[in-house]
């Protein structure tokens, strides 16, 4: 029996089959339902309608800080990804799922039920720092320290790995929607623009990611209620970055604290490895080596890393020296 891999992201669900090396599927983690339930788009369709529904209809996401938000939309996303494998020869497929060491069990629980819901035989957790580093190529099974620093959507990982597990981790409820928060309040306050979340997020991009001196971005000003644009500056938003960089590099440090001084000495050669989509955005990556003062390498790829990270996870040796975790 192939076994089916999933990363289940804030902004974006991903799944791959076993043995296939194909980029895996993907679809924005958004469902655009009806005020009495009824679900009316899902993934890229849903996504477009974030910020543009009218009254009845509600677009959310059913993913936050690992966990599921909303069972019953989290089914209807999930259904439409399996639909898109067609399901050839994955009738009561097993299900392999990578999960946050913060992850509590009902996040656990929520997930066992999804997968089960899209017709499981069984589920399989696998620990995601562990999936990051061997998609990352790391020395995971090396007696060696090495420190993630996970930011995605909702929240931030931070896991320290050496020979094949974790040995200390935090959560950081910060992560890239602050910056976009950010952003909108920035607009709100200084310029009275209201502007949605894909504005927000396409000015932190922009800005941020592909290092552009300005940003133009269109909203309702708040005066007259028309439409209206401001162009932002790079140097306007950074306070939001020097802001997330804080508290990431206070929980880096907090965690270090506790450790064997043998493995704080190893980060020293080795450094620390950025992940998910906050290892796009320059702007933090620079800044956050300036806080921390250790060499800083940037995973170019967060959409396949954890995908890629399963697979090997899956292969025999790999498996045999992983706590590799059933529902």
């Known amino acids: 029996m192939r076994r089916l891999i999933f990363d289940f992201g804030s902004e974006n669900v991903r799944m791959g089959v076993e043995g296939n090396r194909r980029p895996p599927l993907s679809e924005p983690a958004v469902v655009a339902h009806r005020v009495q339930g009824d679900v009316v788009a899902v993934g890229e369709q849903a996504l477009r309608m974030l910020g543009r529904t009218p009254d009845g209809l509600e677009a959310e996401r059913p993913f936050a800080r690992g966990g599921v938000r909303s069972q019953k939309l989290a089914d209807a996303l999930l259904r439409s990804l399996l639909a898109r494998t067609g399901r050839h020869g994955l009738r009561r497929p097993e299900i392999?799922?990578?999960?946050?060491?913060?992850?509590?069990a009902i996040d656990r629980r929520g997930l066992t039920v999804l997968a089960q819901h899209a017709g499981a035989a069984r589920v399989h957790f696998c620990a995601l720092?562990?999936?990051?580093?061997?998609?990352?190529?790391?020395?995971?099974?090396?007696?060696?320290?090495?420190?993630?620093v996970d930011i995605g959507a909702s929240c931030t990982r931070v896991d320290l790995l050496s020979l094949g597990h974790s040995v200390a981790s935090a959560k950081v409820d910060a992560a890239g929607d602050q910056i976009d928060d950010a952003i909108s309040r920035l607009m709100r306050d200084r310029y009275n623009l209201m502007v949605g979340a894909a504005t927000a997020q396409a000015v932190k991009h922009s800005l941020l990611g592909e290092g552009l001196a300005e940003a133009r971005a269109n909203g309702r000003d708040l005066v007259t209620g028309l439409p209206h644009a401001v162009t932002l500056d790079r140097a306007e938003v950074l306070p939001a970055v020097h802001q997330l960089a804080d508290q990431i590099a206070h929980a880096v440090r907090e965690l270090l604290r506790d450790v064997s001084p043998e493995l704080v000495a190893d980060l020293a050669e080795h450094g620390v490895v950025l992940t998910g989509g906050g290892s796009r955005l320059d702007a933090?990556?620079?800044?956050?080596?300036?806080?921390?003062?250790l060499p800083l390498h940037r995973d170019m790829e967060p959409e396949q890393t954890v995908c890629r990270g399963l697979q090997l996870a899956l292969e025999p040796t790999n498996g045999g020296r992983l706590r590799l975790r059933s529902a």
């Open 96 to 104: 392999w799922i990578a999960l946050g060491a913060g992850a509590s």
């Open 284 to 293: 933090l990556a620079d800044v956050l080596q300036e806080r921390l003062d």
């Open 129 to 148: 720092s562990a999936c990051k580093a061997l998609g990352l190529d790391l020395p995971l099974f090396q007696p060696t320290g090495t420190l993630l």
